[in-house]
């Protein structure tokens, strides 16, 4: 009896239509997913069969996110999955992270037929994860001494094609959890180990508009509570990666913030803002 049960569940979960919707949202740094179950395919009557329902999505949820959180871009040349194969992370490790998503409790379409779930998930878990170390790494100094302005927090606007350092294309650059940044020497000038390891993201990814504001910073509240009223704005002047995520910027806008101790400080407090194209800040989940 119990055997035939057990066949039952899974021959009613095999003809259950779920499907997943949703997006990476790097600017909200969460991954936002609405899974939703066709009713009348899972042999479902309301309101008796309610629970079950319930339990189907929440049964397939992670099954269906699973291939986005295995595909997310840790830096430049590694996704998340490519961190589990070389044992540096754990799929335990991310299902559970799935598992504590915040949810939204399950509703009915209007009609009845489907019952929907949400989901987020913050990417600055998983960013604070992966941060390893104990001790952050040096952040580079000038060789010379200079007198330098001090700087509240750091742009970096990168919402167009840029070239793509070692080669003859151009392209948008991605985003990813641990983006590097070079100089136009070639020069690393920040990368994931630099950031004190209190903190959980190095970067925050922004659309144009939320630093093109007419308010007398010119920012929105979110980013100004970052980088405050007086960032130093810079234009990316190259990409360079297998994914095309580490921005290049000007030799004379990376001794701006290496020559003083306060601009140092800023990048190990992770007052780092890039500006992408609208398009990137959303990746749509692919089931």
Not at 66 to 71: D, G, H, V
Request: proline letters at 6%; hydrophobic letters at 45%.
């Amino acid at each position: 009896m119990c055997i035939a049960a057990l066949l039952f569940a899974a021959a009613v979960l095999a003809a259950a239509e779920v499907d997943i919707e949703g997006a990476v949202e790097w600017d909200a740094m969460e991954i936002s997913a609405s899974v939703s179950l066709d009713l009348a395919s899972a042999g479902i009557k309301l309101p008796s069969g309610r629970l079950q329902g319930q339990a189907i999505v929440e049964g397939e949820y992670l099954r269906l996110l699973r291939p986005a959180i295995l595909s997310l871009p840790v830096d430049s040349s590694s996704t998340l999955e490519d961190l589990i194969r070389r044992g540096e992370y754990s799929l335990a490790q991310a299902e559970n992270l799935a598992l504590g998503a915040r949810t939204v409790p399950p509703s009915l379409s209007a009609d009845l037929s489907t019952m929907l779930s949400r989901y987020f998930l913050s990417l600055s878990g998983l960013s604070a994860e992966l941060i390893r170390h104990s001790r952050q790494a040096e952040i580079p100094h000038a060789l010379a001494a200079a007198s330098v302005p001090a700087y509240t927090g750091i742009i970096i606007i990168a919402a167009e094609e840029l070239p793509v350092h070692g080669t003859n294309r151009r392209e948008r650059p991605l985003p990813c959890l641990f983006p590097k940044i070079w100089d136009t020497d070639m020069n690393l000038i920040y990368e994931r180990n630099m950031l004190d390891p209190s903190l959980k993201t190095m970067v925050r990814y922004a659309p144009q508009s939320a630093v093109f504001r007419e308010t007398p910073s010119g920012l929105s509240g979110e980013i100004a509570g970052l980088v405050g009223a007086n960032p130093l704005r810079i234009l990316a002047r190259g990409i360079f990666g297998k994914r095309p995520a580490d921005c290049i910027i000007d030799r004379e806008d990376s001794l701006v913030i290496i020559s003083s101790e306060s601009n140092r400080r800023l990048l190990s407090e992770g007052r780092v803002v890039i500006v992408l194209d609208d398009r990137d800040l959303k990746s749509p989940l692919v089931p």
